[in-house]
């Protein structure tokens, strides 16, 4: 596995790659790597030759006063994971690498970037296509895998390549979770002991929605009431940010919950922001 700073390297790399006739997959990440990560990686290595990984913080995702300064780190421990993964290629830019001349070019799907966490983070998915457009760029791969736990920012983001032709196919992960049904996620880390077992209760809320669901498609409003009364008896020390019901592909409010849906929420906890999401298929089924 070969760790790399430098764009013209990872060119250099991954073009030596596909002259070989290597299909290349490709990870972008934020790095403190934990099995939900890995998954993509396992997946990129089940569907191409060649894989490129790339960890870097982007500021510009960040808004002022969000969790940059004190986002985890630990790279050593993830170039370990990626090796053992089976990573080709790791990317570890810095950000005078990735914004030598500041960060004025910027990328932003409009519509579908306002609602959900776009409405408390504002900036913050303009932040994202940007980095990812670069990244892209940089490493040019035929597939590109991003998990579900970030639902929309991978809607985003697949309307984003379409829209920009870039050649690439977005690739959709399953949610990787704790055996108590947590999502993983880097911010967990930052949880306490009692806050942790609060946490819970996002997947729990999203369970039993799923399941009031697929019972009686009662009308979206009561879904959403049900939940918040959930989520604020068993995780009390978290603020809602929101409970939404949304179409999967526009990302729009809906009212009935006959069709397919996506459930989506977002708790502030004391140390960590937390989100959870579950599609409910037509015929009902979670997942
Ligand atoms: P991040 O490092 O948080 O930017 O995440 C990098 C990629 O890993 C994104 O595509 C995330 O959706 C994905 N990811 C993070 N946590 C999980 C998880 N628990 N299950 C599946 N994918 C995940």
């Given amino acids: 596995m070969k760790t790399v700073q430098i764009i013209a390297e990872v060119r250099k790399t991954v073009s030596d790659a596909r002259s070989g006739g290597a299909a290349v997959g490709f990870v972008p990440t934020m790095g403190a790597l934990h099995e939900g990560h890995l998954s993509l990686i396992d997946a990129a290595r089940s569907a191409c030759d060649f894989v490129a990984v790339s960890i870097f913080v982007n500021p510009t995702q960040f808004a002022p006063g969000e969790d940059l300064a004190t986002y985890p780190g630990g790279i050593e421990a993830d170039l370990s994971a990626c090796e053992a993964r089976g990573a080709d290629l790791v990317f570890v830019p810095d950000v005078e690498t990735m914004y030598p001349r500041g960060a004025v070019t910027s990328v932003s799907v409009s519509g579908l970037s306002e609602t959900l966490c776009g409405r408390s983070r504002p900036t913050h998915f303009a932040g994202v296509c940007t980095v990812v457009t670069k990244l892209l760029n940089i490493v040019r791969p035929d597939k590109a895998f991003f998990g579900r736990k970030d ?76 939940a918040r009364e959930y989520l604020s008896t068993n995780a009390p020390d978290g603020e809602i940010d929101y409970i939404q019901i949304v179409d ?11 069709r397919i849906v996506l459930l989506a929420l977002a708790v502030k906890f004391p140390g960590a922001r937390l989100i959870d999401n579950m599609l409910v298929d037509s015929a009902g089924e979670g997942q």
């Fill in 151 to 226: 639902f929309q920012q991978l809607v985003i983001v697949t309307r984003m390549v379409e829209d920009l032709d870039i050649p690439v196919e977005i690739v959709s992960c399953p949610i990787v979770r704790h055996a108590d049904g947590l999502a993983m996620s880097t911010r967990n880390q930052r949880l306490s002991a009692a806050v942790r077992l609060q946490a819970v209760a996002l997947h729990a809320a999203l369970e039993s929605a799923v399941a009031r669901i697929r019972q009686s498609h009662p009308p979206a409003a009561e879904v959403i009431a049900s």
């Fill in 248 to 258: 999967p592909q526009t990302l729009r409010d809906v009212e009935t919950t006959d």
